[in-house]
């Protein structure tokens, strides 16, 4: 009779046990389709930001233009201001 009970013991464990398996195993796909979710929202991001952003190079490139035109900028109006200096001078002197 004792030896009856502990199969039936065992067997219930072991039911128990491959339950709790089962359980672990959709557990771990369900862990494998969100990492597979994951890497496929990664990877769109990733062509996104490539499509629509600078690179670092692309970026020193503009800012260095943008930089290169201000001081022509900046020269062309101190020239036009020094001219106008002279003709006001010129004509303070003619008064």
């Known amino acids: ?8 013991v065992l067997g219930i464990v072991q039911l128990l046990v491959v339950a709790w398996c089962w359980h672990i195993y959709k557990e771990i796909g369900k862990a494998k389709d969100a990492v597979d979710k994951v890497n496929t929202e990664l990877a769109a ?3 996104h930001t490539s499509e629509n952003y600078m690179t670092k190079t692309e ?4 800012i260095d233009s943008i930089n ?3 001081e022509m900028l900046s020269e062309s109006i101190t020239k036009r201001f020094d001219k106008m200096e002279e003709k006001l001078d010129r004509k303070a002197d003619r008064i």
């Open 1 to 8: 009779m004792e030896l009856e009970a502990l199969k039936y």
């Open 45 to 47: 991001h990733k062509l």
């Open 59 to 62: 970026l020193t490139r503009a």
């Open 68 to 70: 290169r035109t201000l």
